[in-house]
T-cell receptor, first 113, second 115 residues
Framework: AQSVTQLGSHVSVSEGALVLLRCNYS??????LFWYVQYPNQGLQLLLK??????LVKGINGFEAEFKKSETSFHLTKPSAHMSDAAEYFC???????????FGKGTRLSVIA | EPEVTQTPSHQVTQMGQEVILRCVPI?????FYWYRQILGQKVEFLVS????????KSEIFDDQFSVERPDGSNFTLKIRSTKLEDSAMYFC?????????????FGPGTRLTVL
């Protein structure tokens, strides 16, 4: 069975600082990994996904994530935080095309001016 | 850009009442999902639906729950007799196919409060 663990339910950074949101996965088969973002009163929006091509994945809004098999990690980063990045971020995993997404608990990102 | 829509955005109901949550998936999508998130907990899978039948369901999706695609556009989740523990945010998602690269697109959610 697949699972993901997001370290830190709340992360606070200053505007312009590096954003690092941590996600570790557990999977008995090669995983496919996703980061979703939820802005207040909106649905979950896909930021980026890893589907066994390049290990460094670039997404929308300047975010990227690196798949590290040796560390079973898929951490999300952004070099410079913007106020508009304040949201809830969810890491998720899927084992194959038709199986449902398995989500982490989410990390709330706050950006301080 | 096409999007998944859900109504209502917030539903308050009394314990034991039936509720129907509605979703309009993206028009050319074939797979539909319901997830829920109890406050402070993970987003959890409830059920997937394809070709007018349930494809997969979780342990949460017991006999109190049902899904339906009553017409060509709507996808509904019915809870027959709501319990306090059904209070959660319910998300609908749709997907064009089952390739791993096919993204699940989520709606904004319906917040269900059971009193």
């Amino acid at each position: 069975a697949q699972s993901v663990t997001q370290l830190g339910s709340h992360v606070s950074v200053s505007e312009g600082a590096l954003v690092l949101l941590r996600c570790n996965y557990s999977s008995s088969v090669p995983p496919y990994l996703f980061w979703y973002v939820q802005y207040p009163n909106q649905g979950l929006q896909l930021l980026l996904k890893y589907t066994s091509a390049a290990t460094l994945v670039k997404g929308i809004n300047g975010f990227e994530a690196e798949f590290k098999k040796s560390e079973t990690s898929f951490h999300l980063t952004k070099p410079s935080a913007h106020m508009s990045d304040a949201a809830e971020y969810f890491c998720s995993v899927i084992s194959s095309g038709n199986t449902p997404l398995v989500f982490g608990k989410g990390t709330r990102l706050s950006v301080i001016a | 850009e096409p999007e998944v829509t859900q109504t209502p955005s917030h539903q308050v109901t009394q314990m034991g009442q039936e509720v129907i949550l509605r979703c309009v998936p993206i028009s050319n999508h074939l797979y539909f999902y319901w997830y829920r998130q109890i406050l402070g907990q993970k987003v959890e899978f409830l059920v997937s639906f394809y070709n007018n039948e349930i494809s997969e369901k979780s342990e949460i999706f017991d006999d109190q729950f049902s899904v339906e695609r009553p017409d060509g556009s709507n996808f509904t989740l019915k809870i027959r007799s709501t319990k306090l523990e059904d209070s959660a945010m319910y998300f609908c998602a749709s997907r064009v196919g089952t390739q791993t690269t096919d993204t699940q697109y989520f709606g904004p959610g319906t917040r269900l409060t059971v009193l």
